[in-house]
């Protein structure tokens, strides 16, 4: 089983940067689709972006262009590069491995105006 463990939340004003770690337990290959999920406070978890060899990367609509997502296998790790946040994306960000289901527990991201 793969354990997954997220960091580098925080408070950050509106318009700064954060990047986001995502640790994996076992080796995960660069086949395998990686994806970040948040959840707002009152509002269901919701897709943000996924990255695989086969499918490359993929990015909801409301943070094209801001965020990037990347991977180093070498280190079983994806990252969430998050530039130029605004307020609505304060939540609890989750990366998960697609292909068995497997999720983190989650970081705070708190964006204030």
């Known amino acids: 089983q ?29 086949d395998t689709l990686m994806c970040w999920y948040r959840q707002a406070p009152g509002k269901q978890r919701e897709f943000v972006a996924r990255i695989s060899s086969g499918l490359g990367r993929y990015y909801a609509d409301s943070v094209k262009g801001r965020f990037t997502i990347s991977r180093d296998n070498a280190k079983n790790t994806v990252y969430l590069q998050m530039n130029n946040l605004k307020p609505e994306d304060t939540a609890v960000y989750y990366c998960k491995e697609e292909n068995r289901g497997y999720w983190g527990r989650g970081t705070q991201v708190t964006v204030s105006s």
């Open 2 to 30: 793969v354990q997954l463990v997220e960091s580098g939340g925080g408070l950050v004003q509106a318009g700064g940067s954060l990047r986001l770690s995502c640790a994996a337990s076992g080796s995960i290959s660069s």
